[in-house]
C-alpha cells in the first residue's frame, strides 16, 4: 500500500463510471485479492501436480509443453514458448532434456528450413498419455467437498473473468 499513496483516484488506470466498485485503492487487502487468491490457488495446484509428476520423471516444464505437443497446440519450440509464457532460450534448454530423455525428436521443416518441429516420440507419447489421468487426481484432491454445481459455478465464473478481458 505504502508504494503506491502518492497516487490519486484519477490516475487509476480505468475510472470508467459502468465498472463495478468490489475493490478500492483506499482500503485494498491484498489476501483478499482475486488475483492473489488466484494465484494460490495455482500454485497449491501446481505443487500437487508437479509431486505426481515425479513418478513420470518429468518436471514443470517438461510436461506441460509435451502435452500441448499431445493435444496439437503447438508444434514449435516459439510456439511453446508463447503457450507456456517462458523464454524461447528457455524453451530451447528444456527440449534439449526431453530430446536426451528420447522424449521429443525435432524435424526440419521441408518447406521452409528455419523452421524445426518438436514432435513426441513412442516413448514421450507413452508417458504423456498418463499425464491427464495425473492431473485429475490432483484436482479432484484440491476440489473434496466441492459439489458438481459449485464446481461448473466456479468455472462459470473463471470463463467470464477471462471475457471480460477481452472487452
Known sequence: ???????????????????????????????????????????????????????????????????????????TAAELSRCTDVETSTMTRMLDRLEAKGLITRKRSENDRRIIFIELTEEGRRQVSQVPYLIAESFNHHLRGFSQQELDTMKSLLRRIVDNSAT
Not at 488506470?13 to 465498472?19: E, G, P, S, V, Y
Not at 514443470?60 to 500441448?68: C, D, E, S
Open 1 to 75: 500500500m505504502q508504494y503506491y499513496k502518492h497516487m490519486t483516484k484519477d490516475q487509476t488506470i480505468d475510472n470508467t463510471a459502468d465498472l463495478p466498485n468490489f475493490y478500492s485503492g483506499d482500503n485494498y487487502v491484498i489476501e483478499e485479492s482475486i488475483g492473489y487468491l488466484l494465484k494460490q490457488a495455482q500454485w497449491a495446484l501446481h505443487r500437487t501436480i508437479d509431486g505426481k509428476m515425479a513418478t513420470l520423471e518429468l518436471t514443470a516444464m517438461q510436461w506441460r509443453p509435451m502435452m500441448l505437443l499431445a493435444y496439437g497446440k503447438a508444434r
